[in-house]
């Protein structure tokens, strides 16, 4: 069952529901019915999650936040990053160094290592006043030493949330992650696609479907043209305004869609002889960084690319230059440059169209998703005149061309994707109100016959699923070695680890748990200044087994009752009971010391003189069965004398007769039996 509600606090302090055990709420702090500031925040049987931490880019400083007031960030367990840019990490630093986040922050070696250039860049060019600042480069700094690496299809678990990442498709390092906790699976995409290019892995399909899946929507029901005819479009856009002596820029991000158009473009130059002399220029401060990086996860790529890396760097281009900076470029002739950001908000890619925007000899390829409130948003649909940086306004003649490369699933791959997945609840974020509506009504279209829950919430709007959690107790180890018989009792260790259940021998503890067993060996001593001979004689009465030890065994007098216990003659006032604890021998232990209390209480003090001051055997008889009566008595409290001799014990309904002389038991309850 899901439903949605009205925006809300999720701080924990104001939970109070019925059912909230079984109850697990979703909730976009960004992203919702937005393309922007992913984050989404996710709770289930107290447990926390926050998915991505990003900012919005049409907005500054706190604005573009995601909404972080709607929770108590001391209160998540996990944050899970899926990749590195700037919609999906870049509140990462302001959230791990400015609220009470005290969790844990995974994501993969390839994140990590983008994530500290790309926010580096970000700090320098973000053109706001430092009270809009929203972190500093020791912020960055400082949150790389709390952020940990997972590797894909690695499982990690967190105070009882297990969560394991596919490879997304997207940009290097991408990861789709999936969630289980108490048995229920939530997979959270983040941005993917199923198509593979020039050096990505397509997106992997999990092996199992989960309760949830939280998906993208960013491109609705839209359809990529093939990438071939993609391509072609992008080069013979460039092509075209070169040979007309336009200059051509192409507004990206610095790491993802930027290495593949660079591969595009490199190898298009190598076969077109005639653009050897018009350069290309990837302006980004982070370029020969990008670049290491980038040849560092070779491996993470495709076939393609290792097999290439093999004879030759494919990043290593021939016909591509690094531009630092606007005073670096000696903009004389036709050229192509490829600037950052992607948004055309400020930065080199800002500086350049504002050189270039009044030639209508130049064109703006712009080569991927352009998020509302940007620039690059504002000139696809071509107005006359564009505002400045400075505030007054210039014609806007050059060519725009939009060409999506941005590697996000189309409709036709995100309706293949569910229904290989068939999750019977989907929650669709990620995409502006129309794009996502469309598709919300064509998947509930698709799935009409699948009873499947499609939700779109808006930011802060609660999404509320409920689950009937079942607790499944499994036994491993020894115990699993042989399948029990119908109605067979299968005893071992029940360990409680999160939302798991394991029976499982004592001797297995130490193997499948991080506990281990241990003897605990007791000592009591008992005043005790009758006779030794009579306390076993007593214990006789009890127990089928006393037996005397040797005294070079025990050093000194002993017996060992019901081979569990050893009593032991210390001194004329004193004995001493030694046994190791497990239930059995501690109720045995019980008995024992009861019996002791009683003899010394009810039978006079007994000095051994000589052979002639020993009582006869009868009337000890008859003082031990007084003993014996009054000790059942303390332990049982209903006892009488019954026929024959027997002594009658009544506990809660159940009766049993004990015969004095043999010691024998008669009782329908088994229990009352043994005891």
């Given at each position: ?256 869609r930027a290495q593949e158009l660079l591969l595009i473009l490199d190898e298009y130059w190598s076969n077109h002889l005639e653009l050897h002399n018009i350069p290309i220029y990837y302006a980004s ?391």
């Open positions: 069952m899901a439903s949605t509600g009205p925006p809300q606090s999720l701080k924990r302090s104001d939970t109070s529901l019925t059912r909230e055990g079984d109850q697990l709420i979703i909730t976009p702090l960004g992203a919702g019915n937005e393309v922007g500031r992913s984050c989404v925040y996710m709770s289930y049987k107290g447990k926390t999650i926050l998915f991505d931490c990003g900012i919005h880019p049409a907005y500054l400083g706190m604005a573009a936040l995601p909404y972080f007031d709607e929770i108590d960030p001391s209160t998540i367990d996990v944050l899970l990053v899926t990749h590195f840019h700037l919609d999906h990490a870049t509140s990462l630093p302001y959230f791990l160094e400015k609220t009470t986040f005290k969790g844990r922050v995974f994501m993969t070696h390839a994140t990590k290592a983008i994530y500290k250039l790309l926010l580096s860049d970000f700090v320098k060019v973000s053109k706001v006043s430092v009270e809009d600042m929203l972190y500093d480069e020791q912020d960055i700094l400082r949150s790389m030493d709390k952020i940990e690496v997972i590797d894909f299809h690695q499982t990690l678990e967190v105070n009882g949330i297990r969560f394991w990442c596919y490879t997304a498709g997207h940009v290097l390092g991408a990861a789709r992650f999936m969630v289980d906790i108490a048995g229920v699976r939530v997979l959270y995409t983040g941005d993917y696609s199923r198509e593979e290019d020039r050096h990505l892995r397509a997106a992997e399909i999990p092996q199992f479907s989960p309760d949830i899946c939280i998906i993208e929507s960013t491109y609705g029901v839209q359809l990529h043209q093939p990438r071939n005819v993609r391509e072609k479009r992008f080069t013979d856009v460039i092509h075209s305004t070169i040979s007309q002596g336009g200059r051509v820029l192409i507004p990206a991000f610095a790491l993802g401060p982070l370029a020969k960084r990008c670049m290491a990086v980038y040849q560092t996860y070779i491996n993470s790529m495709n076939e393609r690319i290792r097999n290439q890396f093999a004879n030759s760097n494919p990043f290593d281009f021939k016909h591509i230059s690094p531009l630092k900076s606007i005073e670096n470029f000696n903009d004389v002739g036709p050229s192509v440059v490829m600037a950052s950001p992607s948004g055309l908000q400020s930065g080199l890619s800002r500086q350049l169209f504002e050189m270039w925007c009044s030639d209508k000899k130049n064109a703006c390829v712009i080569p991927g998703y352009v998020v509302e409130g940007t620039l690059a948003k504002t000139i696809i649909n071509e107005p006359k005149e564009v505002t400045l940086m400075n505030g007054l306004t210039a014609p806007l003649n050059m060519q725009v061309h939009y060409i999506s490369f941005l590697a996000h699933a189309d409709f036709a791959q995100t309706s293949t994707f569910l229904k290989e997945l068939m999750p019977p609840n989907i929650v669709l974020v990620h995409g502006e109100a129309n794009e996502m509506g469309r598709l919300k009504q064509k998947l509930i279209t698709q799935f009409v016959d699948r009873n499947t829950k499609i939700i779109s919430p808006k930011n802060c709007q609660l999404v509320e699923m409920y689950f009937n959690s079942k607790k499944m107790e499994k036994t491993i180890g020894r115990l699993a070695e042989k399948t029990p018989e119908v109605g067979e009792t299968v005893s071992g260790l029940l360990v409680k680890k999160a939302f798991t259940y394991q029976i499982m021998a004592p001797d297995d503890l130490h193997v499948f748990s991080q506990l281990s067993t241990a003897n605990i060996s007791q000592r009591i001593t008992i005043a005790y200044s009758g006779a030794f001979g009579v306390l076993k004689h007593g214990l006789k009465q009890m127990f089928e087994s006393v037996e005397s030890l040797p005294d070079e065994e025990s050093e000194g007098p002993a017996f060992r009752v019901h081979e569990r216990l050893t009593v032991k003659y210390e001194s004329e006032k004193h004995i001493s009971l030694h046994w190791r604890s497990d239930p059995i021998s501690d109720m045995v232990s019980n008995s024992v010391v009861a019996l002791v209390l009683n003899i010394s209480r009810e039978i006079p003090k007994v000095v051994v003189e000589s052979e002639e001051a020993t009582k006869t055997e009868e009337e000890n008889n008859k003082k031990t069965e007084k003993v014996i009566h009054a000790l059942l008595v303390s332990l049982f409290g209903d006892v009488k004398f019954g026929e024959n001799g027997k002594l009658v014990i009544s506990v809660d309904g159940n009766v049993a007769h004990l015969d004095k002389q043999s010691g024998n038991v008669e009782s329908e309850n088994e229990g009352l039996k043994e005891r």
